[in-house]
Nanobody, 115 residues
């Protein structure tokens, strides 16, 4: 079983930045795909960014130019750097991993962008 633990969420003002972390219980070399998703209150969960074991990244249009997904193999951790945050970024953010054909989710971390 693969465990994913998110951290780094919190309250931030519009225009501010946060860095979310997703710590995995095994090496990123074994994880085919990791991604960040978010779910705002009353909305469906949506993709924010993904990164593959080969280093390829993709972003939702709303995240391009503001968010960056990256991985640290030594720490078994994937990050989501979020800059220029907007109120519409407010959501619970979830880490997802696909490992050996199976899907895993973290518990989520809340991001609130408000004055």
């Amino acid at each position: 079983q693969v465990q994913l633990v998110e951290s780094g969420g919190g309250l931030v003002q519009p225009g501010g930045s946060l860095r979310l972390s997703c710590a995995a219980s095994e090496s990123l070399f074994s994880i085919n795909v990791m991604g960040w998703y978010r779910q705002a209150a009353g909305k469906q969960r949506e993709l924010v960014a993904i990164i593959t074991s080969g280093g390829s990244t993709n972003y939702a249009d709303s995240a391009k130019g503001r968010f960056t997904i990256s991985g640290d193999n030594g720490k078994n951790t994937v990050y989501l750097q979020m800059n220029s945050l907007k109120p519409e970024d407010t959501a619970a953010y979830y880490c997802r991993a696909i490992v050996r054909g199976s899907n895993y989710w973290g518990q989520g971390t809340q991001v609130t962008v408000s004055s």
